[in-house]
């Protein structure tokens, strides 16, 4: 949303602003402004939009994972390896490697590199 005035004053920006408009334009002005003006709106919106989407969309397969898999996640996210949660959770090897294969295959990234940084934005974004 943006505002237009003929007479416009700092009170009056300051409203529009706070009631949601991207933008406060005084009269009279150019059309090449008011069109850069509406583009960046639509780029804000779409982006925020954006956003929006990969925040829904990464809680949605965070919420598939087993409580045994968050767990597992966590640990992968500190860093530790393989072995190291295993013996950690008193797991066998195998057992992590199937909760590590689970998670990547529900959060649908191919490598602990992507999952890292899957979540590191999610977390950034909340």
Do not use: W
């Not at 529009?16 to 960046?40: M, Q």
């Not at 066998?92 to 990547?104: F, L």
């Not at 899957?118 to 974004?125: D, G, H, K, P």
């Amino acid at each position: 949303m943006g505002f237009c005035s003929g007479h416009g004053e700092i009170p009056d920006a300051t409203a529009a602003l706070r009631r949601g408009a991207v933008d406060f334009l005084e009269k009279p002005f150019t059309r090449d402004v008011f069109l850069e003006r509406v583009r960046e709106s639509l780029q804000k919106d779409a982006d925020a939009r954006n956003k929006r989407i990969a925040l829904e969309s990464t809680r949605a397969k965070l919420a598939t994972l087993t409580s045994r898999e968050r767990v597992v996640l966590d640990l992968i996210l500190d860093g530790l390896l393989t072995k190291q949660i295993a013996s950690r959770l008193d797991l066998s090897i195998k057992t992590i490697e199937n909760h590590r294969s689970n998670i990547a295959r529900k959060m649908d990234v191919d490598s602990a590199v992507q999952l890292v940084k899957l979540v590191a934005e999610y977390r950034a974004l909340c």
